[in-house]
């Protein structure tokens, strides 16, 4: 199992995602300018948007509520189960993985892994670029807010799963292959 490439390639993936537990994915930045100045600061990742700065004054919760009600169901804790979507991509990494001595099984898992990544990478993406545009469509004509998207490493760590699946597809396809050369020379 562990000779195979491929095997490698498909533990590096999941390490990738196993690691998005760990790190967020982008954090949004809100800043007030106007008469109260206020900055808000939040992190989107495994547990969904996690506020990193402390509300000091009724101005700093005021903008906390306004900007992230939007994206958010409880702007106070703002949980969203995320982390089940990383363990669903880790578990169909983790079968690929566990699934070598079936090459064909294994080919399937690992191109439905690569389509779940391409599809989640894709989503929080647009999410990524969209969402300013989203948040200051529901905030009121008035408010003077400045809001900023930055990617984090999680960002980068999901898509760098994705290389890593394609050479284990390439991988498991070579080998498969091999066989069937093998089989036709019997």
């Known amino acids: 199992m562990i000779q195979r490439i491929q095997t490698i390639y498909l533990v590096l993936a999941f390490l990738c995602v196993a690691l998005l537990l760990q790190f967020p994915l982008f954090s949004v930045t809100a800043v007030s300018e106007g008469e109260y100045a206020a900055e808000v600061s939040a992190d989107f990742g495994?547990?969904?948007l996690i506020f990193t700065s402390q509300v000091n004054s009724a101005q700093d919760s005021l903008i906390q509520y306004t900007v992230f009600s939007s994206v958010a169901d409880n702007p106070?804790?703002?949980e969203f189960p995320v982390y089940l979507l990383y363990i669903t991509l880790a578990l169909f990494t983790a079968a690929a993985i566990l699934l070598y001595k079936?090459?064909?099984r294994q080919l399937l898992f690992a191109r439905l892994s690569l389509?779940?990544?391409?599809?989640?990478?894709?989503a929080l993406y647009a999410f990524y670029h969209f969402g300013t545009a989203a948040i200051k469509k529901t905030l009121?004509?008035?408010?003077?807010?400045?809001?900023?998207?930055?990617?984090?490493?999680?960002?980068?760590?999901?898509?760098?799963?994705?290389?890593?699946?394609?050479?284990?597809i390439r991988g498991i396809k070579s080998d498969e292959n091999l066989v069937k050369s093998l089989d036709r020379l019997r």
Request: net charge positive; aromatic share 8%.
């Open 115 to 122: 389509v779940l990544h391409i599809l989640v990478v894709v």
């Open 76 to 78: 106070k804790t703002a």
């Open 46 to 48: 495994a547990h969904g």
């Open 140 to 168: 009121p004509e008035t408010a003077e807010l400045t809001i900023t998207f930055g990617l984090e490493i999680g960002f980068y760590l999901m898509l760098a799963s994705i290389p890593f699946l394609i050479l284990a």
């Open 102 to 104: 079936k090459r064909k």
